[in-house]
C-alpha cells in the first residue's frame, strides 16, 4: 500500500533522473564561488554582535505570531523605519524571505481586471529604469521592481538600481535582506498606502509568524555597514573586474557586468559533470538546470563575493580550464 501511494512521486524522481535534472542537497565545502553573501556580511563581526548584544538585552530568538497578534516586535519597527529612511520610501514592510514577498506583492495587490506585465528576464538581466518609469508614468501604472541582487551591491550606498526613483507613488520596491545583507528575510518598501493595504490584505503578511526579531537587528545593522563600509563595495566591483579578465581570456566567456557570471554549456550531464570536476579541486561552484533556465541553456553559476581573493580566483580559472578540457 505505502507503495502505491508513492509511486507516481518515485516515477517523477526516476524521470527527473533521466534527464539529468535530479536534484540533492550537498553541503558547503570549498572555496565560496556560489553564494549570495556578496560584501561577506554574513559572517561578519558587526552582524554577529550585532546580534549577541541583543540577546543580551533580552531580544527572544522567536517572534512568538504573527505581526497582527504578539508578534510585532520594536525590532521589526525599528528596521522598517529605518529602512524606508535609508531606500527613500514613505514606509517599509519585513517579510520572512524574498520568495515569499514576491509571492505577497503579486497576490495582494493586483486587483480584478488589472493587467500584470512580466519581464522574462526579470531575476537576470539589468532593467532599463528610466525608459519603465517613463512608461509607468505615461499610463499611469505601477511598477515592482525586484532589487534581489543589487541591494548592498549596486547603486549609491548599496540602496540598489531603482534608488533614484524610490519615493514615488508608482514605484514599489523589494530589497532582500538574505543575499548581500548577510541575514535573512526581504523588506518591501514603498507607498505608505500600499503598505497599510498589505497589512490589511495581504495574506502571507497576515497569517505568517513573523520574521525572528534577531534578523531585523541583523538586517538593520547591514544596513548601516553599507553606508559605514563602503571599500566592501569597491573591492567586490575589483573583484568582478578581475575575474571578468581572468575568464575572457582563458575560457572565452563574455563578461555579465555583474557579481553573477554564468557560463552556458548547454547539456544538463557535461554541466554537472564540469560543476562536480571543479568541486573536487575545491572550488564551489553549482550547476544550473532546466527547469530554473531554458531548456538547453545549463550553466555553471560563478559568484564573486568578498570570501574569495584574486589568488582563489585566479586558481579558480586555472581549474576550470583544465576541467573543461576534459569533462
Not at 480584478?112 to 528576464?121: A, N
Not at 499610463?139 to 524610490?166: K, M, N, S
Request: hydrophobic share 45%.
Amino acid at each position: 500500500m505505502k507503495e502505491a501511494i508513492l509511486a507516481r512521486y518515485d516515477a517523477t524522481l526516476r524521470g527527473l533522473g533521466r534527464k539529468d535534472r535530479l536534484r540533492t542537497l550537498a553541503p558547503r565545502a570549498g572555496l565560496d564561488f556560489s553564494s549570495n553573501d556578496y560584501i561577506g556580511l554574513a559572517a561578519s563581526k558587526r552582524l554577529g554582535d550585532a546580534v549577541s548584544t541583543a540577546i543580551a538585552r533580552g531580544t527572544p530568538v522567536g517572534a512568538t505570531g504573527s505581526r497582527l497578534l504578539r508578534g510585532n516586535a520594536p525590532e521589526h519597527e525599528q528596521l522598517e523605519a529605518d529602512a524606508a529612511a535609508f531606500f527613500g520610501a514613505e514606509r517599509a514592510l519585513f517579510f520572512g524571505s524574498g520568495y515569499i514577498a514576491n509571492f505577497a506583492l503579486l497576490t495582494a495587490l493586483p486587483q480584478k481586471g488589472d493587467l500584470l506585465v512580466l519581464d522574462e528576464l526579470a531575476h537576470g538581466d539589468r532593467a532599463p529604469m528610466e525608459s519603465l518609469v517613463a512608461l509607468a508614468d505615461r499610463y499611469q501604472v505601477f511598477i515592482v521592481v525586484d532589487e534581489a541582487h543589487a541591494t548592498g551591491v549596486w547603486g549609491p550606498d548599496g540602496r540598489g538600481l531603482a534608488a533614484a526613483y524610490e519615493g514615488r507613488d508608482n514605484i514599489v520596491t523589494l530589497h532582500t535582506c538574505g543575499k548581500a545583507l548577510g541575514a535573512s528575510g526581504a523588506l518591501v518598501t514603498g507607498p505608505r498606502t500600499l503598505c497599510d493595504y498589505l497589512i490589511n490584505r495581504c495574506r502571507p503578511f497576515i497569517y505568517a509568524t513573523a520574521p525572528s526579531p534577531l534578523m531585523a537587528v541583523a538586517a538593520r545593522e547591514a544596513l548601516t555597514i553599507l553606508s559605514d563600509e563602503p571599500m566592501r563595495r569597491a573591492q567586490l566591483h575589483e573583484r568582478v573586474a578581475f575575474a571578468s579578465r581572468q575568464l575572457a581570456e582563458r575560457c572565452g566567456v563574455m563578461p555579465s557586468g555583474s557579481q553573477i557570471q554564468p557560463l552556458v554549456i548547454g547539456d544538463n550531464s557535461r554541466t554537472m559533470a564540469v560543476a562536480a570536476g571543479l568541486q573536487a579541486r575545491g572550488f564551489d561552484i553549482r550547476g544550473i538546470r532546466p527547469p530554473t533556465v531554458p531548456e538547453g541553456t545549463s550553466r555553471l553559476r560563478i559568484s564573486l563575493t568578498l570570501n574569495v581573493d584574486e589568488a582563489d580566483i585566479s586558481a579558480m580559472v586555472e581549474a576550470l580550464v583544465g576541467v573543461l578540457a576534459t569533462a
